[in-house]
Structures are given as structure tokens and as C-alpha cells.
């Protein structure tokens, strides 16, 4: 085997980094995507993704459907998990605080994960890779077809939602929620329902980042709290409620771990991404894209 | 008669029957042991096939009359890998329940949590975790009194990995480790044993247990070109560490998992990333392949067999230490009965030859360990199943 340049290693780092950063931001999306309508953090968020990738290695291996249905039918189920989170945690409660709703989405989250575990147990589950395990070498880095997949989807979600939000009516409707939900309801908005919309976006993109990130680094009942503080953060940084900012937060962040890992102290891997969120904050508290104004009007 | 009279009547006939029917199931007494095992939570893999285990034990020896005419009375807790809930269990297992020895926990932390109890209450633990520091007090240099352990040492699996490797002539490596006690255990082991083989460790890297993603470790041992790579884990960071290593084109490089790697299912899910991985294995997990003249053969033959009849899924390796601290205990249980004092001093002095599910143990004032690296097989992934390695 011929020995690694430097300049390999560094792209190495950038690709592993950029495919991780990936999910992070898609379950940034995710968070955005309900904090904006609703205010609320969905702690739930991880537990789409596990979902995700568990469900879907329910149809495509064990139910033997092919991958080209599996991926519609699984992204349906999760969607439809979260429908049923709003209906029966969010909607239901009678005088909703922030934190109330905050502290339902936790229970929900602990209550998927240990569904997840009934039905799944603790062992990792696998999904063999959407277009094969043929590494194609760039610059000296080995690039698995797997993570183009992963990074391929976060653009198209990238420019659906892009044009769900800027050119259709729904999309517009949710985005007025967001800036004003009282406003919002005057105009004819029916509020709850684009509460009900947020969820369900938010657990499909979840879904989508599950199952394609399942065949690389395989998936597990309680993989969701650990991408759900990754993804928040990556949210954060990036700006609570701007969805470029999440994007960039999450691939800063993913960049971030790969190449402090690998140049600096792989012990403290999870330290850096965190630290760099900190010293983010200190000196632009709003995140990188986000506004003062909006977090100002923002309760949370 | 009234209702109340045809209600005591039929009550004492109850109990008359009662009484003529157990015969059968009559046991002398009861002897009590305790388990604490982490069933569930993040060590339940260890701590499953553990319970199972010993669950089973214990059915086939009641079954068959118990000891000398006592029912063996299993009182097993789960700790959930938690070393506050192992003390509380650890105490209520002592005062509350009175057993003469536990068994267990399943994991280092769990266990050096309560070797301070198990020396002042003066019970025998023997427990099924691996860190040498479980028999080896720093101060006297000598064993702690009332503690035992069946799994093999770190230090044996160090020792069996680094002789095979100066056997094929590799003297750079590198090594990866997970930062929980046995990632560290293991990695202080490998550094302090290295200069004793002649290897020179050209990468050290670590990472956490729930990471999913290696590729920048790997990447930055990629970049030292070293011989061959030791892992040190285990849990589902086993098996993605071997998938990052294939996904990156390092299969030249000989890799070598510690003896956490040992159960078939971790093959299937490494998804043939494990062909040719080297792994130091205890004579349970490769029962088939020893040779007929084995001490072992006959007893991990049958403990393959037994688990396998009982819940339909291959035996975990862990579970074979469980196997291994209970048939001690009943063997000092058989000889001496249930006085704690008698069964510690059993244990120390008259577990010779014993022949386990790792391992030949034979146990002193010295040693509360009883095994060599011989207990550990190098052992080398094939067609998807384990092979002896040369």
C-alpha cells in the first residue's frame, strides 16, 4: 500500500468531515425547521434519524423490498411518527409553554428510543450501500461511493426545501408562522396545521439522514441524543432558525471533528466541534447566519 | 356445615396435599448465591449472556438434586452497567438477602466499585471483569482477600497478540483504543508490554464508544504506514472500526481486534470487512476447532450445545465467564458448604486444573486469577467463521 501524502490525509479529513457534517446538518434542518414555527427544540430529532435507518433495514432486509421502495416507504413511516408526535404530545397540551413542549418532545424521545429497543434491540443493524462499496481514490483519499450518497441528499433536500419555502403557498404560509404565528393566523393560516407540516418535514429529512448514513457507519436503538446535541449545535452555530446557517454549522462542525481528530487529538474529538460552538457564541452570540433582530423577537 | 367449616376443611386438605405431593421437589436447604450483572444498558451484551448463563447452570444442577441435596438459589440484580446501583445491589445482596457468595458484576468499573464491600463485609466475589487492577491491590501488591476473577487478563491478550506478531516478523504498529476503562486498560497494557516484544508503536489513537465515524484516526495511522494495527474495544465500534479500515484500502495492513471482539455476530456485521482479522480468543468461542485431546473440548463442547438448545442463539464469550465463576463457587458450595470464610479459603487454595470455558485456572494467595496467556487462542477470521491462525 503506498504511503499517504499529506496533502491526502487533509482531503481524507475534508471528505470524512464533509459526510459526517452532512447529517449533522440535516438534523439541523430538521431542528430549524420546527423551531421556526413553533419555538420549540424538537429533542426528538436524533430519534428520527435512528428511526430511519432501523425502518428502513426493516423493508429492505428483513421485508426484502428493493431499495427503491424501502427509501419512499420508510421515509412515509418516520414522517407519519412524527405527525403522531405533534398530534398526541405537542397539540394536545392545553396551555403550551415553551418549556412544557420542550420537556414533551424529551419524553418522546425517550419513549422512541426505548420502543426502538423492544423492537429492535441493542445491536447495531447494517444496509448494504445504495451503489457499492467500490472506493474511488481522489488525491491520494479514498472516497466510499456511500458518502457522495450522503452529501448528494443534503443538497437536494438543500434546494427542495429552497423552493418549497420561497415559491409555493404552504411553504410561504410556514414561514409567515414563523416570523409572526398571531399575524399569521389573521391573514387565514391555519397555525396548528403548519405546526403539524413542521413536524412532518422534520421527520422525513431525518429519515432521509438516517438511512443514508446507516450503510457507513451502521445504526443502533440509541444513536439519536448524541446526533441530536451534534445537530443542535451545528444549529446553533450556524444560527437557531436559519437554514443556511445549519447547513454551514453542521459541515463546520463535521469539518471541525475530522480534522481535529486527525491532526490534533483523536481522544478529544468530540471537544472541538463543542469549543469552536463556544468561542463562536462569545463573539457572535446569534450564531454565524443568524440575525440579532429575529433572535431577539424569539423567545427561546 | 356451614361455608366456613367446608372452607377450613378444604384448606387443610389443600396444605395435606401440598405437603404429600413436594416430596419430590424437596430440597434439604438452600444454598444463596448472588449475581449482579449488567443486563441492561450500554454493557448488556456482557451482562445477558451472563444472567442466561448462569440461569441455565443453575437449572440443570437443581435438576439434578442440587448440591449434595440444597437448592441452589440464584438472586441475580441487574446493575445497568451503573457503579452506584452495583453498590446498593452489591449491600442488599449481603444484608438483605444473605447470600454466601456473589458472582459478577460483568464489567472493571462496576467492579472496582465494590471490592472496598466485598473486603469489609468479608464475602467472596468473583467476578466476570477483566481489569487486572480487580485482583492486584496497588498497596500490598498481593490480591485483594475475598476477590476472584474468571476473565483473562488484558495482559494475557496483549501478551498473546504481540508473540504472534514478533512469530510473523512485525516489530511497527499502531494502535487505536477506546477511551472506557477497557480501551484504556488494554492500551496501557500494549504500551508497557511493547518494549518486552521489540515493537515500536508509531500511532496512539483513541475514540470514543459511541463514535460512528474512524476514518480520521484510521487516516492518520494510514499516514504512518505501520505493520500492522491493534484495536483495542468493544461494542459496535469493533466492527465500524473494521469498516472505516476497508473503506479506506488499508486491508494490507494486518489488523488485530482484542479479545472483546469474540462473537460471530460482529463478523456478520463487519459485512466482510473482518476476512483475515486476528482476534486472541478464549476456548469457548471455538469449541468445533479444538483438537479431540483438548482438556477443554468436552466442556465448551457442551456448553455450546446446552446454550444453544436453551435460547436458540449462539453463545457469547462473556457468557463463558459467568459459566466459569459459578461452577467455581458450587464446587467450593460442594466441598464445604456456604460459610463465607470456608469458601474463600476453597477457592484460594484447592482450584487447581480447573477446567473452564477460558481457561485452565488455577488460583492462589498470589493469584486470584488463575490463568496464563495460554488461555487466550489466536484465532483468525476465515470464510466468515473463525479458524485457528498460525
Known amino acids: 500500500m503506498e504511503k499517504i501524502t499529506l496533502a491526502g490525509q487533509l482531503f481524507q479529513y475534508l471528505i470524512t468531515g464533509l459526510t459526517v457534517g452532512s447529517i449533522y446538518a440535516m438534523v439541523a434542518v430538521g431542528f430549524n425547521i420546527i423551531y421556526n414555527v413553533t419555538e420549540i427544540i424538537n429533542f426528538a430529532q436524533g430519534e ?134 398571531d399575524a399569521a393566523s389573521l391573514v387565514g393560516i391555519n397555525v396548528k396545521q403548519m405546526i403539524l407540516l413542521s413536524f412532518a418535514l422534520s421527520a422525513a429529512i431525518g429519515a432521509v439522514a438516517g438511512i443514508t448514513v446507516t450503510p457507513i457507519s ?29 447547513i454551514l454549522g453542521g459541515l463546520i462542525i463535521g469539518a471541525i471533528e475530522s480534522f481535529g481528530a486527525g491532526l490534533i487529538s483523536s481522544g478529544y474529538k468530540d471537544a472541538f466541534a463543542l469549543i469552536v460552538l463556544l468561542v463562536v457564541l462569545f463573539f457572535k452570540p446569534s450564531g454565524i447566519l443568524g440575525s440579532i433582530e429575529i433572535s431577539r423577537i424569539k423567545r427561546f | 356445615m356451614t361455608f366456613r367449616k367446608i372452607a377450613v376443611l378444604s384448606t387443610i386438605c389443600l396444605f395435606a396435599i401440598g405437603l404429600i405431593a413436594s416430596p419430590a421437589l424437596a430440597f434439604k436447604g438452600a444454598y444463596k448465591v448472588g449475581a449482579l450483572f449488567s443486563v441492561t444498558g450500554k454493557w448488556s451484551f456482557l451482562g445477558d449472556p451472563e444472567k442466561k448463563t448462569a440461569e441455565m447452570m443453575v437449572e440443570q444442577i437443581n435438576n439434578a438434586g442440587g448440591i449434595n441435596g440444597n437448592k441452589l438459589e440464584l438472586i441475580v440484580y441487574d446493575t445497568e452497567g451503573d457503579a452506584t446501583k452495583t453498590n446498593l445491589a452489591f449491600k442488599k445482596l449481603i444484608t438483605q438477602d444473605k447470600v454466601c457468595a456473589v458472582i459478577g458484576p460483568s464489567g472493571s468499573g462496576t467492579t472496582m466499585a465494590i471490592v472496598p464491600v466485598a473486603e469489609k463485609y468479608e464475602v467472596p466475589l468473583v467476578s466476570c471483569a477483566a481489569s487486572y487492577k480487580i485482583v492486584h491491590d496497588e498497596k500490598t501488591g498481593k490480591p485483594y482477600k475475598w476477590v476472584f476473577k474468571t476473565p483473562q487478563t488484558d495482559t494475557m491478550a496483549a501478551e498473546a497478540i504481540y508473540t504472534h506478531m514478533k512469530k510473523h516478523g512485525i516489530s511497527k504498529i499502531a494502535i487505536i483504543s477506546v477511551t472506557s476503562g477497557f480501551g484504556a486498560s488494554g492500551r496501557s497494557e500494549l504500551i508497557r508490554l511493547a518494549p518486552t516484544y521489540e515493537m515500536t508503536i508509531v500511532a496512539d489513537e483513541k475514540y470514543g464508544g459511541k463514535d460512528s465515524d474512524l476514518t480520521a484516526q484510521l487516516t492518520k495511522i494510514k499516514g504512518t504506514a505501520p505493520q500492522a494495527i491493534i484495536n483495542w474495544s468493544v461494542g459496535p465500534t469493533q466492527v465500524v472500526v473494521l469498516r472505516n479500515y476497508r473503506d479506506l484500502g488499508m486491508v494490507s495492513i494486518p489488523f488485530y481486534q482484542s479479545h472483546g471482539f469474540g462473537s460471530r455476530k460482529n463478523i456478520e456485521l463487519a459485512a466482510g470487512a473482518a476476512e483475515g482479522v486476528f482476534c486472541p480468543l478464549g476456548s469457548c468461542n471455538i469449541a ?46 460442594e466441598n464445604v458448604g456456604d460459610d463465607k470464610a470456608k469458601i474463600q479459603s476453597y477457592l484460594e487454595n484447592h482450584i487447581k486444573g480447573f477446567v473452564g470455558q477460558h481457561g485452565i485456572f488455577n488460583y492462589s494467595a498470589d493469584d486470584h486469577n488463575g490463568l496464563t496467556k495460554d488461555a487466550f487462542n489466536m484465532v483468525v477470521v476465515k470464510d466468515g467463521d473463525w479458524a485457528l491462525a498460525d
Not at chain 1, 135 to 158: E, H, K
Not at chain 1, 226 to 237: D, E, N, P, S
Not at chain 2, 292 to 319: I, R
Request: proline fraction near 6%; charge should be neutral.
Open chain 1, 48 to 181: 428520527f434519524v435512528m428511526l430511519g435507518g432501523l425502518i428502513m433495514v426493516f423493508f429492505h432486509v428483513t421485508v426484502g423490498l428493493p431499495l427503491i421502495l424501502a427509501f419512499p416507504a420508510t421515509v412515509i413511516l418516520v414522517t407519519l411518527v412524527g405527525i403522531l408526535l405533534d398530534r398526541l404530545a405537542i397539540n394536545p397540551i392545553r396551555q403550551p409553554t415553551v418549556l412544557t413542549l420542550i420537556i414533551a418532545t424529551i419524553a418522546a424521545s425517550i419513549l422512541l428510543k426505548g420502543t426502538a429497543m423492544f423492537i429492535w434491540g441493542k445491536d447495531p443493524y447494517d444496509l448494504s450501500a445504495f451503489s457499492g462499496r467500490s472506493p474511488i481514490s481522489v488525491f491520494g483519499a479514498v472516497i466510499q461511493p456511500q458518502y457522495l450518497w450522503v452529501i448528494g441528499f443534503l443538497i437536494v433536500i438543500v434546494i427542495i426545501l429552497s423552493i418549497f419555502f420561497n415559491r409555493t403557498i404552504i411553504g410561504k404560509a410556514m414561514s409567515a408562522c414563523a416570523d409572526n404565528p
Open chain 1, 218 to 246: 451502521l445504526m443502533e436503538y440509541d444513536r439519536g441524543a448524541m446526533l441530536a446535541v451534534k445537530g443542535f449545535g451545528a444549529a446553533v452555530l450556524g444560527g437557531l432558525g436559519s437554514f443556511p446557517g445549519a
Open chain 2, 288 to 333: 468445533e476447532l479444538l483438537p479431540e485431546n483438548d482438556p477443554q473440548k468436552a466442556v465448551t463442547m457442551a456448553y455450546n450445545k446446552n446454550y444453544m438448545a436453551k435460547y436458540n442463539e449462539p453463545l457469547s464469550s462473556f457468557g463463558g465467564h459467568a459459566w466459569d465463576a459459578l461452577n467455581m463457587v458450587v464446587k467450593a458450595l
